[in-house]
């Protein structure tokens, strides 16, 4: 493609998401509340119609580049590119955005505030899409702290609830270590290679893992992945964006870019931390009560699997865990939303036989759950296969300890079963709690979306080998390496332990909500408790006391050292008053006693002048000497 | 025309006029001082287009003979009316400029003698253009020095229920300050000559014009073996001669040799520090930061905003072209120290303004934060870092004075600066609001505002030097994290929520009005402008460019 074209496809998908936050946002509440909607959709399908133009029209990787910033020797240039991960994403950033865009129109209908609602959404996507076309480090960062913008105005978008600005306080302050340690990454990226580029070689183990920070925070891995489910507090379609195409997508996106800069060591870390989120997202969500919030951790958990995926060197597998997951997690946060509206409680004990209220919205969120906990036949299995095979391979490589991350995997590809068995359960069998209420299923705006998304979450759009993903169109795509098969047992072990785990979750009973294992997943371990005693009490109790020390001590001092300067003036002060004045003053009266002396002696006159006299001459001796 | 001469009398005579004009004009004073800072806007302006930014040296210079005076053989005392620009020096004159104009349209609602507080206003407007502008350190001190006159009398007549301790404060604290400064140019002057004229008082050139490379070569070679006869040596402030190590007198007070300590210490190494807390007071640098605080509660909100805006610079200004300038092996010796005290200012005021219940004081703490960063930056003594300083610097003076007026506008209404005292602030007064937020954010470091900039290259210089080690960079870097903290949770503790306003929580349906036109005309354009700063960085790096890498090659060996 000629330059030209390529700056205006670039200008045009960039742009068009920011034109659209800004005139949406100017616009406000001045145009009727569905033009809002209809201009964001219609952004959002240009630029879905520009991306399959782009992802359709293979080619080579395209870089863009101008000028930015420029010292002495050292050049920061804007810089994009559009290559083949790029072009999966902006498929995918685009078409689940336009989904969620097309769905919210019904579902925030009536809304005071619905176009700030799509100005924000808009930002969201053109934050995203910067992220995915950013051509270094230091633009990826700055679009980056534009997606956690975002993600705050979209979660405390119902401001007037107090969780809701919590919420999204914590989530931008949560990123925002995350982000720090990042900044950190870029930096030492550039002491140790003189740019900012994204490396080919890899770097120090110490800032490849200040550049993984990042993914840390943006995609809720442990220990930072306290915000994703306070982060339910914003509105439905908000959380099916934010879990499926932005935000957490971004942690991925930014591990395929850095994958090459990272050292072996560093890769390890990957893994481990990875593994660990998958198993504590995974545990966490087997007894949450919230329908949002199962959801919000299994999101952690699935990101557990694609870091950990990277993390044993299986890019590709991450990638394409990426591209099921959004399709799926999508639909399953906009069925949820069809539920939430239908029966106005989050609370899954108060739903219930819902099955036949919702066929529709019944149908796709078992499809799509389904495809989740990785029923053979659905996408969720394919990609679970490759990152699975992936680890065990790469364990086998390693021996010992590295035999722990497929393990930890496939023991949270089995909680995936339970948990939603058991919201299959809660939400649809059984009776409804309310007989009074009959839910009805939402409108076509609504229903249209999850509709589409369920089908996308069948496994033959990615590959006609129903079994297996390896000879998926996908990874050609991609130019990216698919990794050896796993072993023969692998597809066979996971689909028993999802039978099992959906028996498992089908069927038991449910524990008390008091038992400690209960609450420990209902708390996902104890984490904010945890976080609150052991940083956000201490950094309080300290900025307290450094106020005081500041107020007391430091001003203190200065008030001190100014009062005593005051003080001893004062003394000076008295000592002249008493010494020196005192010597004049003694003088004086001494002459007007002598004067009255003799005036009362001699009661003339000239006598007192005389005394005059004398005092002024006493006075000039004194002065002199 | 003489543009920065312009700059700064054009300011004192409007002051005179001000002063001068019949109380029967009283509606005139704030006309005439729009008049004047708005055509300070344009000379400024002016001046930059005028400037070379290819070139590193001062340019526009201007100089007249001011003071001369034969000390026998003491040799010969000349102080010299000296201005000009360079690089460093631009941004912030531009800056000054700006926030000077706002500051005075931030002045509309003041109470009681406006003849006095107009003056006074443009009396510091000039004060502070020369002490940006000038070149003699004479001529600098001077100004240095008459800056405090208004600006005491600014808080202490206009300001808050404390406002008389607040301005005595202020005024002892910079006092002090100078009073370093002072003893060290007096020093700087003893030990340092002025070779073109003490060539033409050698009788080498005829006149100063004649003066070439080998005459000066040749007088600093007489110099520096003592062969100039004393009588004949013209001591200078002129900074340009101070910032050369050959015309510094062998065996002086300050000498470079450094055959001078006192109580073990070299004295140009004492020298240094005492400048450095001199300017350390302005920045201010904690420890000695307490002032500040104090001054801005009770400032009245234009004195606020041109002290966050402009009158800290000066500190930074100072470190860069006197303490750092003057004494680069100081500033190299001691770098570590100086990286860590940033460092240590960075996160000490964050968790500060942390733990504050008073808007202004929070963000008062939030400028010691950010000045940290300043400190950091020239400590570093790298490109990245002395760059960045004075983009952090400019920055903060766009960002600052947003932030101020914003306080302003909720003192206003209600005469309250508590925090805890607004809740849900978002529904009554939507524009405040969103204003608010984004003052917020681009002081949090978000890219596509100035604040991230300014961080971004003072924190790569700090972790780039050669001086520093790593561990204060990430220390620093925390800064970051607390700015989100407290920026964020003030926003969600006055803005988010039920409404609800202390001043009105008995008549629950009085309104809080939101942003009149004035205010809007004010805040708008200062976040377009730290939006189009962030946007487009190189707008103040192609200026500060060339003068910093001729600054560092101070540090080179």
């Known amino acids: 493609m000629p330059d030209s074209t390529q700056t205006l496809l670039l200008t045009c998908l960039l742009g068009l998401p920011f034109v659209g936050a800004i005139g949406l946002g100017v616009l406000k509440n001045r145009v009727p509340e569905s033009v809002s909607g209809f201009l964001a959709v219609l952004l959002t399908a240009i630029g879905l119609f520009v991306s399959v133009v782009i992802a359709a029209s293979v080619g080579e990787p395209l870089h863009w580049q101008t000028d930015w910033i420029s010292f002495s020797g050292h050049t920061f240039p804007l810089s994009f590119q559009l290559d083949a991960l790029s072009r999966l994403m902006l498929v995918v950033v685009h078409g689940v955005a336009l989904l969620v865009q097309l769905y919210s129109i019904e579902y925030m209908r009536g809304d005071a505030r619905i176009g700030p609602y799509f100005a924000y959404l808009q930002l969201f996507v053109g934050a995203m899409l910067g992220i995915v076309l950013a051509g270094n480090l230091l633009i990826l960062y700055g679009f980056w702290e534009l997606v956690g913008l975002a993600s705050y105005l979209l979660i405390g978008f119902w401001y007037h609830r107090p969780s809701a600005s919590r919420a999204a306080t914590k989530a931008f302050l949560m990123n925002r270590i995350g982000d720090a340690a990042f900044l950190l990454g870029i930096l030492l990226t550039y002491i140790q290679t003189g740019s900012v580029d994204f490396g080919t070689q890899p770097l120090t183990t110490a800032a490849g893992l200040c550049l993984f920070m990042g993914c840390v925070a943006k995609s809720a891995q442990f220990p930072l992945l306290t915000w994703l489910p306070d982060a339910m507090e914003g509105p439905t379609p908000v959380s099916a964006l934010l879990h499926a195409a932005t935000m957490v997508a971004a942690g991925i996106v930014l591990l395929a870019r850095i994958h090459p800069m990272l050292s072996s060591d560093?890769?390890?870390?990957?893994?481990?931390?990875?593994?660990?989120?998958?198993?504590?997202g995974g545990f966490s969500a087997l007894f949450q009560l919230d329908i949002k919030r199962v959801l919000a951790f299994s999101t952690v958990s699935q990101l557990g699997l694609m870091v950990a995926a990277m993390g044993t060197g299986n890019v590709s597998g991450a990638l394409f865990h990426l591209l099921t997951h959004a399709c799926f997690k999508a639909g399953l946060f906009l069925a949820a939303g069809s539920i939430i509206h239908a029966v106005h409680t989050q609370d899954m004990r108060a739903m219930g036989g819902l099955r036949k209220a919702l066929p529709y919205?019944?149908?796709?969120?078992?499809?799509?759950?389904?495809?989740?906990?990785?029923?053979?036949?659905?996408?969720?299995?394919?990609?679970?296969?490759?990152?699975?095979?992936?680890?065990?391979?790469?364990?086998?490589?390693?021996?010992?300890?590295?035999?722990?991350?497929?393990?930890g995997l496939l023991i949270s590809s089995g909680l995936t079963a339970v948990y939603m068995a058991r919201q299959l359960r809660l939400v649809f069998w059984g009776e409804p709690t309310d007989a009074e209420m009959i839910p009805h299923e939402p409108g076509w705006l609504m229903r249209g979306p999850v509709l589409l998304l369920a089908i996308l979450s069948v496994g033959v759009w990615f590959s006609i080998n129903p079994l297996s993903a390896h000879h998926s169109p996908f990874f050609a795509q991609m130019h990216l390496p698919v990794l050896p098969e796993g072993p023969v047992w692998l597809a066979p072990l996971s689909i028993a332990l999802v039978l099992v785990g959906g028996w498992l979750g089908f069927r038991l009973r449910e524990p008390a909500t008091d038992s400690k294992l209960a609450l420990a997943s209902f708390h996902y371990g104890y984490l904010d408790q945890l976080y609150q005693r052991l940083f956000v009490n201490p950094t309080r109790a300290l900025a307290?006391?450094?106020?005081?020390?500041?107020?007391?001590?430091?001003?203190g001092l200065v008030n001190g050292f100014g009062i005593g300067t005051v003080l001893l003036a004062h003394i000076a002060a008295f000592i002249d008053r008493i010494g020196v004045d005192g010597v004049v003053n003694g003088a004086g009266k001494l002459a007007v006693g002598v004067g009255q002396l003799t005036r009362s002696v001699q009661g003339g006159r000239v006598q007192t002048?005389?005394?005059?006299?004398?005092?002024?001459?006493?006075f000039l001796l004194w002065w002199i000497l | 025309m003489p543009l920065l001469s312009l700059l700064i009398f054009l300011p004192l005579a409007g002051a005179l006029l001000v002063a001068l004009l019949p109380r029967e004009r009283a509606s005139l004073y704030r006309w005439i001082a729009v008049a004047v800072?708005?055509?300070?806007?344009?000379?400024?302006?002016?001046?930059?287009?005028?400037?070379?930014?290819?070139q590193a040296g001062y340019q526009l210079l201007e100089q007249a003979d001011w003071i001369t005076l034969p000390m026998g053989s003491l040799g010969v005392a000349s102080i010299d009316y000296l201005v000009g620009i360079d690089g460093i020096s631009l941004p912030l004159v531009l800056l000054s400029a700006v926030v000077m104009l706002v500051g005075v349209v931030s002045s509309w609602g003041i109470h009681g003698r406006p003849q006095a507080y107009f003056a006074l206003y443009l009396l510091l407007t000039g004060t502070i253009m020369g002490c940006f502008v000038a070149l003699d350190f004479f001529l600098f001190f001077l100004f240095f020095e008459f800056m405090l006159l208004p600006m005491y009398f600014l808080i202490g007549l206009w300001g808050g229920p404390r406002r008389e301790y607040a301005s005595i404060k202020f005024f002892l604290y910079t006092l002090a300050g100078s009073v370093l400064i002072l003893l060290v140019m007096i020093g700087l002057y003893l030990s340092v000559i002025d070779p073109v004229s003490t060539a033409v008082a050698a009788g080498l050139i005829d006149s100063p014009s004649d003066m070439t490379a080998e005459v000066l070569r040749a007088v600093q070679f007489q110099l520096l073996h003592g062969q100039l006869n004393p009588a004949q040596i013209v001591h200078t402030f002129d900074w340009r001669y101070m910032a050369d190590g050959a015309n510094y007198l062998p065996n002086s007070f300050l000498s470079i040799f450094g055959e001078v300590s006192i109580g073990g210490m070299p004295s140009r190494m004492l020298a240094f520090w005492a400048l450095f807390i001199g300017f350390a007071v302005k920045l201010p640098i904690v420890p000695l930061h307490t002032w500040l605080p104090d001054a801005h509660v009770e400032a009245p909100t234009p004195v606020s905003v041109v002290l966050a805006g402009v009158l800290l610079k000066i500190g930074g200004y100072g470190f860069i072209r006197v303490v750092w300038g003057l004494f680069p092996d100081g500033g190299a010796q001691y770098a570590t120290v100086l990286g860590g005290l940033g460092a240590f200012t960075i996160v000490y005021g964050g968790l500060n303004a942390l733990a504050q219940n008073d808007l202004k004081k929070m963000i008062a703490y939030s400028s010691v934060s950010h000045m940290g960063f300043v400190l950091l930056g020239v400590a570093s003594l790298t490109a990245e870092g002395v760059n960045g300083a004075v983009y952090q610097m400019v920055s903060h003076g766009v960002l600052s004075s947003m932030l101020f007026l914003l306080?302003?506008?909720?003192?206003?209404?209600?005469?309250?600066?508590?925090?805890?005292?607004?809740?849900?602030?978002?529904?009554?007064?939507?524009?405040?609001?969103?204003?608010t937020a984004v003052a917020f954010f681009a002081s949090l470091g978000l890219p596509g505002f100035s604040g991230f900039v300014g961080e971004l290259f003072t924190l790569m210089g700090g972790y780039q030097s050669t001086y520093l080690p790593g561990w204060i960079t990430a220390v620093s870097v925390l800064g970051i994290v607390l700015a989100a903290a407290y920026f964020l949770w003030t926003l969600q503790r006055m803005f988010f929520g039920e409404t609800w306003v202390r001043t009105y929580a008995d008549d629950a349906t009085q309104a809080i009005a939101d942003l009149t036109l004035r205010e809007q005309w004010l805040l708008i354009p200062l976040g377009m402008l730290a939006l189009t700063l962030g946007l487009f960085p190189n707008l103040v790096f192609g200026l500060t460019n060339s003068t910093v890498a001729q600054w560092m090659l101070k540090f080179v060996e």
């Open chain 1, 266 to 280: 560093a890769l390890t870390v990957v893994a481990a931390i990875g593994t660990a989120t998958a198993l504590w």
């Open chain 1, 361 to 407: 919205t019944f149908a796709a969120y078992v499809i799509c759950a389904a495809a989740l906990a990785g029923v053979p036949l659905l996408s969720g299995f394919l990609s679970k296969e490759v990152v699975l095979g992936g680890a065990v391979v790469w364990a086998a490589q390693r021996g010992g300890l590295a035999m722990l991350v497929p393990v």
């Open chain 1, 544 to 555: 307290n006391f450094l106020h005081r020390a500041d107020q007391r001590a430091v001003d």
């Open chain 1, 609 to 618: 002048y005389i005394a005059t006299a004398v005092a002024v001459v006493l």
């Open chain 2, 37 to 54: 800072t708005s055509a300070e806007v344009i000379l400024s302006g002016l001046a930059y287009a005028q400037f070379d930014r290819g």
């Open chain 2, 407 to 435: 306080t302003g506008v909720l003192y206003d209404r209600t005469h309250d600066r508590r925090i805890d005292s607004y809740r849900g602030l978002l529904t009554p007064m939507p524009q405040y609001a969103t204003l």
